[in-house]
């Protein structure tokens, strides 16, 4: 391949936050912030409206990006486990084809990054006030506010690759991460604001799980005791806007972090060669259904922002509403560098998807599947199911099976089970035929717990 050929491969810049709800960015509507820099996204490039994790927790999700695999294909179905350093990664493939690359940021895959030509990581969780970092060589402390580090050192790489080659950067922020710690320059940011609830945000616990606004949070998260004799409704309430703002005061630092760095792309003539995405691992809850964190199969956290800016061939200002997961930005990436795909990959690219136009047989389902069934923490049961345009089928297989149906087109909030209802019975009866489909497509065989 000549020079002039790599020069043509676009550079790819892909940011990813951390618990960074679609509900908390205002390109997708948000009743409670605005995130000026990442609309600049949707405006200038492409929002998906549909897209999804396919097991809504950090380290599976980060390792389903890297793969393009489900997590029982990459043995990541779990915080406690971690990925194999002969794992096959986009970033391997990249690098092995002339690209730069480099990770920066939140790792959480428990081994050292491979893949990656440079990389400066968080251990672990990693700390929003004068972090350590591992880097090839040792490990290191720095001044300052976790997001702006990670901005400060994504600019600093960028401004020292060879602009012969194309790259290919991971910038992955820790925030808005619980505990939710504010950078100094949003430390006031909505004082004498009241934040708006949600619909749900009295609604009683399902499946016993211990994610409940006020209840089940700790004094870290909530930066003080509650208010002496608070239970209850009056709790929920005051430890909802104690965390609401604290959560949106960090989205607001990552913003910022994503200005400067499309300024800098601007500036640098790199712009219009440049694939540009914003995504977060997962989705998160901000009080729907009276619970923050993530995990369940319901839409807060099931639902990942997407957006992508790449001038040359995504039209600005457009929206895509096909079925898009995790596991298919490897392949995209791929496809983006004029790779083909790893036969290993349970994703599909959707780059052509990005320009407007649906791939001939697009899906027309997603499977997902939680594995770490009833942590000590959390209290989440381990459960799968399927979701299509129009409905959600989730099995909790444990103590007998229980089933959940949603009409996500007539209760898009999914507050009304109608599973059992008998005008749902063919919606039943298709969707639990789609689920064994999905189930031996990835070759998937759920336990009963």
Same mark, same amino acid.
């Given at each position: 391949?000549?020079?002039?050929?790599?020069?043509?491969?676009?550079?790819i810049?892909?940011?990813?936050?951390?618990?960074?709800?679609?509900?908390?960015?205002?390109?997708?509507?948000?009743?409670?912030? @605005?995130?000026?820099?990442?609309d600049?996204?949707?405006?200038?490039?492409?929002?998906?409206?549909?897209?999804?994790?396919?097991?809504?927790?950090?380290?599976p999700?980060?390792?389903?990006?890297?793969?393009?695999?489900?997590?029982?294909?990459?043995?990541?179905?779990?915080?406690? *486990?971690?990925?194999?350093?002969?794992?096959?990664?986009?970033?391997?493939?990249?690098?092995g084809?002339?690209?730069?690359?480099?990770?920066?940021?939140? #790792?959480?895959?428990?081994?050292?990054?491979?893949?990656?030509?440079? #990389?400066?990581?968080?251990?672990?969780?990693?700390? !929003?006030?004068?972090?350590? =970092?591992?880097?090839?060589?040792?490990? @290191?402390?720095?001044?300052?506010?976790?997001?702006?580090?990670?901005?400060?050192?994504?600019?600093?790489?960028?401004?020292? $690759?060879?602009?012969?080659?194309?790259? =290919?950067?991971?910038?992955?922020?820790?925030?808005?991460?619980?505990?939710?710690?504010?950078?100094?320059? !949003?430390?006031?940011?909505?004082?004498?604001?009241?934040v708006?609830?949600?619909?749900?945000?009295?609604?009683?616990?399902?499946?016993g799980?211990?994610?409940?606004?006020?209840?089940?949070?700790?004094?870290?998260?909530?930066?003080?005791?509650?208010?002496?004799?608070?239970?209850?409704?009056?709790?929920?309430?005051?430890? !909802?806007?104690?965390?609401i703002?604290?959560?949106?005061?960090?989205?607001?630092?990552?913003?910022?972090?994503?200005?400067?760095?499309? *300024?800098?792309?601007?500036?640098?003539?790199?712009?219009?060669?440049?694939?540009?995405?914003?995504t977060?691992?997962?989705?998160?809850?901000?009080?729907?259904?009276?619970?923050?964190?993530?995990?369940?199969?319901?839409?807060?956290?099931?639902?990942?922002?997407? &957006?992508?800016?790449?001038?040359?061939?995504?039209?600005?200002?457009?929206?895509?509403?096909? &079925?898009?997961?995790?596991?298919?930005?490897?392949h995209?990436?791929?496809?983006?560098?004029?790779?083909?795909?790893?036969?290993?990959?349970?994703?599909?690219?959707?780059?052509?998807?990005?320009?407007?136009?649906?791939?001939?047989?697009?899906?027309?389902?997603?499977?997902?599947?939680?594995?770490?069934?009833?942590?000590?923490?959390?209290?989440?049961?381990?459960?799968?199911?399927?979701?299509?345009?129009?409905?959600?089928?989730?099995?909790?297989?444990?103590?007998?099976?229980? #089933?959940?149906?949603?009409?996500?087109?007539?209760?898009?909030?999914?507050?009304?089970?109608v599973?059992?209802?008998?005008?749902? $019975?063919?919606?039943?009866?298709?969707?639990? @035929?789609?689920?064994?489909? &999905?189930?031996?497509? !990835?070759?998937?065989?759920?336990?009963h717990?």
């Open positions: 391949m000549s020079m002039m050929q790599y020069q043509r491969r676009p550079n810049l892909f940011i990813m936050s951390d618990d960074h709800a679609a509900q908390a960015i205002s390109a997708y509507g948000s009743k409670i912030n @605005k995130t000026p820099n990442i600049r996204l949707a405006r200038e490039g492409v929002k998906a409206e549909n897209c999804f994790c396919t097991n809504s927790i950090c380290t999700s980060r390792a389903s990006i890297l793969t393009g695999q489900y997590s029982h294909k990459n043995g990541v179905k779990t915080l406690n *486990d971690k990925l194999a350093p002969e794992s096959r990664s986009v970033a391997k493939y990249l690098q084809n002339q690209y730069q690359t480099a990770m920066i940021g939140k #790792w959480h895959l428990g081994t050292e990054p491979q893949g990656f030509d440079f #990389w400066r990581i968080l251990p672990g969780q990693g700390a !929003y006030y004068d972090p350590v =970092f591992l880097e090839q060589g040792g490990k @290191k402390q720095y001044q300052g506010y976790c997001t702006d580090l990670i901005t400060d050192f994504t600019l600093d790489w960028l401004k020292g $690759a060879d602009r012969e080659r194309p790259f =290919f950067l991971m910038c992955h922020h820790k925030a808005p991460h619980r505990a939710w710690d504010p950078g100094p320059k !949003y430390r006031d940011f909505l004082k004498d604001v009241l708006a609830e949600p619909r749900s945000l009295h609604e009683a616990v399902r499946h799980v211990k994610m409940r606004v006020g209840e089940d949070m700790t004094e870290r998260d909530l930066k003080q005791k509650p208010p002496a004799g608070l239970s209850g409704k009056g709790l929920r309430e005051w430890a !909802y806007q104690v965390y703002k604290d959560y949106l005061r960090c989205v607001q630092s990552v913003d910022d972090s994503v200005g400067r760095i499309l *300024d800098y792309l601007d500036q640098s003539g790199q712009r219009d060669n440049t694939l540009v995405v914003y977060s691992d997962q989705g998160f809850f901000l009080g729907e259904h009276g619970l923050y964190d993530k995990r369940l199969m319901y839409e807060e956290a099931l639902r990942m922002p997407f &957006l992508a800016r790449y001038p040359q061939e995504i039209p600005a200002g457009s929206v895509n509403r096909d &079925l898009l997961l995790n596991v298919d930005f490897a995209t990436f791929l496809d983006f560098a004029g790779l083909g795909r790893d036969q290993y990959m349970d994703g599909e690219s959707f780059r052509t998807n990005l320009q407007g136009r649906t791939v001939d047989n697009w899906r027309k389902s997603m499977y997902y599947r939680y594995w770490m069934h009833d942590d000590p923490d959390h209290h989440v049961p381990g459960h799968y199911g399927v979701r299509t345009a129009e409905h959600k089928l989730i099995c909790f297989p444990m103590n007998g099976v229980k #089933w959940e149906l949603y009409d996500l087109k007539q209760d898009p909030e999914e507050l009304r089970n599973y059992g209802e008998p005008r749902y $019975a063919d919606v039943v009866k298709r969707l639990g @035929k789609e689920l064994i489909r &999905l189930q031996h497509k !990835y070759g998937d065989e759920p336990a717990f």
